[in-house]
């Protein structure tokens, strides 16, 4: 009899926060320099957006009223309008408007790759930007329907194991500590 195993989150799949601290220092650093990889690699942290999901927003997927970006979901996900802090915003648009292609980051899924590995704090893969967001948004609201929402996950069950990674973690450190 097969038994279904259930995805299972843990330290490795996500950025801790002096990585995700360290990271944002290197954007900052380097967003004059190279303001498209750091607008894009930001980009992927505030939405939540899959590695082929970023690469598939185009300019008209962004709502300059609201401060969204349309996601596209892939894999079986929704579609997703996320909300983009502000000073965030004004950086994608104004890149938007420079950038000729209708693409807004005209890049392969390898480029894209070799970015992260220029910018990444740890040996750690480019979904973890995913799962980063996804966990701060948790911690944030503690509303799991908000984060499926956000995620584009159809399954509520996907994206319990956010609620469950943090409840468990918080819990054990107050029963143990």
Not at 117 to 138: V, W
Request: include cysteine; glycine fraction near 2%.
């Amino acid at each position: 009899m097969a038994t279904s195993t259930r995805y299972s989150l843990n330290k490795n799949k996500y950025l801790l926060e002096p990585e995700l601290k360290h990271l944002m220092d290197l954007l900052s650093r380097h967003m004059e320099s190279d303001s498209r990889n750091c607008i894009m690699l930001l980009t992927a942290l505030k939405t939540g957006a899959r590695a082929q999901e970023l690469l598939n927003i185009k300019k008209a997927d962004l709502d300059i009223y609201e401060e969204t970006i349309l996601i596209r979901g892939i894999k079986g996900s929704n579609d997703r309008e996320i909300p983009v802090p502000s000073m965030l915003f004004k950086k994608i648009n104004a890149y938007s408007n420079a950038q000729p292609d209708q693409r807004l980051f005209p890049i392969t899924y390898n480029r894209l790759r070799q970015i992260w590995d220029l910018y990444r704090p740890t040996q750690k893969k480019f979904h973890c930007l995913r799962h980063t967001f996804a966990i701060e948004l948790y911690k944030k609201t503690r509303d799991v329907r908000l984060v499926q929402v956000a995620l584009g996950h159809r399954n509520i069950m996907n994206t319990m194991i956010y609620a469950d990674y943090v409840y468990s973690k918080q819990e054990l450190k107050k029963l143990i500590l």
